[in-house]
Nanobody, 117 residues
Framework: QVQLVESGGGLVQAGGSLRLSCAASGLSFSSYRMGWFRQAPGKEREFVASMPWSSSNTYYSDSVKGRFTISRDNDKNTVYLQMNSLKPEDTAVYYC??????????WGKGTLVTVSS
């Protein structure tokens, strides 16, 4: 059974940094793409960043490129999202995502990030 557990959210001032973590279990890691999505109040869930578990290629939305960095620790089965230069518009619930080769998506329960101006 796939389980994704996010942590690291919180309240931060604009310009600050946070690092989110996603601990994954029940996956065949080499076969998955790992990613982060977010959903702001009143808006649809949107893509933030992703990386295949089996390579170091990374992908970002234009809104976070240059400020956020996705990475992983294979030994800990954990994916991270380092968020720098945070803006109030980054306020959202951030969700960890795992997609398998059949394009089936698995989601964590999310962690709230609030950026104050």
């Amino acid at each position: 059974q796939v389980q994704l557990v996010e942590s690291g959210g919180g309240l931060v001032q604009a310009g600050g940094s946070l690092r989110l973590s996603c601990a994954a279990s029940g996956l065949s890691f080499s076969s998955y793409r790992m990613g982060w999505f977010r959903q702001a109040p009143g808006k649809e869930r949107e893509f933030v960043a992703s990386m295949p578990w089996s390579s170091s290629n990374t992908y970002y939305s234009d809104s976070v490129k240059g400020r956020f960095t996705i990475s992983r620790d294979n030994d800990k089965n954990t994916v991270y999202l380092q968020m720098n230069s945070l803006k109030p518009e980054d306020t959202a619930v951030y969700y960890c995502n795992a997609r398998d080769l059949r394009r089936v998506d698995y989601w964590g329960k999310g962690t709230l990030v609030t950026v104050s101006s």
